[in-house]
């Protein structure tokens, strides 16, 4: 009943900057928060950045300062802005929002596809 369509993915030189988009659609009555993970080979799954609906976002440690997250209600899109990029930052990046669908009493988790980013010379 919704889908999370992400993209801006690709391949970029260390310091370099890319943007994410992830595009909610479907019976969508109200989605209470939009995020990114990531998920880097041999690791587990990690929270990159998250909003709220209100703009009260949360980010982890290693990409303070250099990611920003932001959010168009009217669209459901969240973006993912990331400068300064790291080897490190290497990873599949997944879309996840928290969406209360149209007839429903319940928020449920979805998550996109996953698009790639990596950050190599």
């Known amino acids: 009943q919704v889908q999370l369509v992400e993209s801006g993915g690709g391949l970029v030189q260390p310091g370099g900057s890319l943007r994410l988009s992830c595009a909610a659609s479907g019976s969508i009555f109200s989605i209470r928060t939009m995020g990114w993970y990531r998920r880097a080979p041999g690791k587990q799954r990690e929270l990159v950045a998250a909003i709220t609906s209100g703009g009260t976002t949360n980010y982890a440690d290693s990409v303070k300062g250099r990611f920003t997250i932001s959010r168009d209600n009217a669209k459901n899109t969240v973006y993912l802005q990331m400068n300064s990029l790291k080897p490190e930052d290497t990873a599949v990046y997944y879309c996840?929002?928290?969406?209360?669908?149209?007839?429903?009493?319940?928020?449920?988790?979805?998550w996109g596809q996953g698009t790639q980013v990596t950050v190599s010379s």
């Open positions: 996840n929002a928290v969406v209360l669908i149209s007839g429903r009493s319940a928020y449920e988790s979805y």
